[in-house]
């Protein structure tokens, strides 16, 4: 028989949760469904009592065996948000206060740039009836791509939005050009993973009650081409609806990108060099260690409680081929052996 199967560690994460194996970078589990589920490390089997090694010779054998260690990783663990709309651009471009109007969501609005550190969600009800969610996403700036200003950490939250709507200041307030604004985050969105620039893209100039907007409006169109853009003013609510329509429409042939890529999967061949079994290594001073995925495995699947035990294990170490590694490799007799956590002295 078996020893008993210990209960399993449940950790309940939110969805959007993404699971990577923090050493190969590699992901593990992608958790984009309510109740989803995913196995991240696998327990070992329980250990064997003493009447799984009986036998006709030995009927009732003080032998016994410790519960196989289970799987160990170092995890890396994000939240990536799951909203149909992403609102993006430079801070303080009015992301929150457009948030704060379509929705009952309540983010902090200030006059000062990342008054949102934190992606904030509302839920958007257009007036025909249709509803969609919206994060009001941190303010992004030159560099984000490559993680400036916490960019990494922003940008993944976009990751998994259907449709992307930039949001331009229009009133040029701080000097800065409106369509350099929108050229310089579409490159931060471009150099960024997970082809953000292929997701339906709205275009909204906000601030339309600055002094300069209008003429910088149609120096924005000008230079943009056939691109439409929405004049808004949001504290007051001037163009919203349109914003909202036009956001409903791509959203509903706008595919779900993440759900995509889980789909295509793909399967990475390399060669592999087999590994060996163990490895023996000379420490100086008639010290020896001998290292190895086996030999971890049997040392802690080992129980020492008993002379039986002791024989069993020394048995298998032979049958390895350990001793004769050892001898092979100058140790002699007397030296000390260490097997991790186990030590004996090293006799023919």
């Not at 149909?84 to 000062?112: E, H, M, N, W």
């Not at 958007?124 to 919206?134: A, C, E, H, W």
């Not at 993680?147 to 990751?159: A, D, P, S, V, W």
């Amino acid at each position: 028989m078996h020893g008993a199967d210990a209960d399993d560690l449940v950790i309940r994460v939110p969805v959007g949760t993404c699971v990577y194996d923090d050493d190969t970078g590699n992901i593990i589990a992608d958790l984009t469904k309510d109740g989803q589920r995913a196995v991240i490390a696998k327990g070992g089997r329980g250990g064997r009592g003493n009447a799984r090694f009986a036998s006709s010779r030995n009927p009732a054998p003080k032998i016994c065996e410790n519960g196989e260690p289970g799987e160990k990783f170092n995890l890396r663990v994000e939240l990536k948000l799951l909203a149909d709309v992403g609102l993006v651009g430079f801070p303080s471009v009015g992301k929150s206060t457009l948030l704060s109007v379509v929705s009952k969501a309540r983010p902090q609005i200030a006059d000062y740039h990342f008054t949102t550190i934190v992606p904030n969600l509302g839920v958007v009800q257009v007036k025909d009836g249709r509803s969609f969610v919206m994060a009001d996403l941190p303010g992004l700036i030159e560099g984000a791509s490559q993680g400036k200003g916490l960019g990494h950490q922003f940008l993944r939250h976009i990751e998994r939005c259907r449709v992307i709507v930039h949001i331009i200041d229009m009133s040029g307030s701080e000097g800065r050009d409106p369509y350099e604004d929108y050229v310089t985050i579409n490159k931060e969105l471009g150099e960024y993973e997970y082809r953000l620039l292929e997701r339906p893209q709205i275009i909204v100039a906000n601030k339309m009650d600055g002094d300069e907007a209008e003429e910088n409006l149609k120096k924005f169109k000008e230079k943009l081409g056939d691109q439409k853009v929405f004049p808004i003013i949001a504290p007051i609510h001037e163009g919203i609806d349109a914003v909202l329509y036009a956001v409903a429409d791509a959203l509903e042939t706008a595919p779900d990108f993440f759900n995509q890529e889980e789909e295509q999967e793909s399967v990475l061949y390399t060669y592999k060099e087999e590994e060996k079994p163990f490895t023996i290594h000379n420490k100086g001073n008639g010290v020896w260690e001998v290292t190895g995925k086996k030999v971890e495995r049997l040392v802690q699947m080992a129980s020492f409680t008993t002379d039986d035990g002791f024989q069993r294990f020394a048995l298998q170490i032979r049958n390895m081929g350990i001793d004769d590694a050892l001898r092979e490799a100058g140790c002699e007799d007397g030296d000390t052996v260490r097997l991790y956590d186990f030590e004996f002295e090293f006799y023919n």
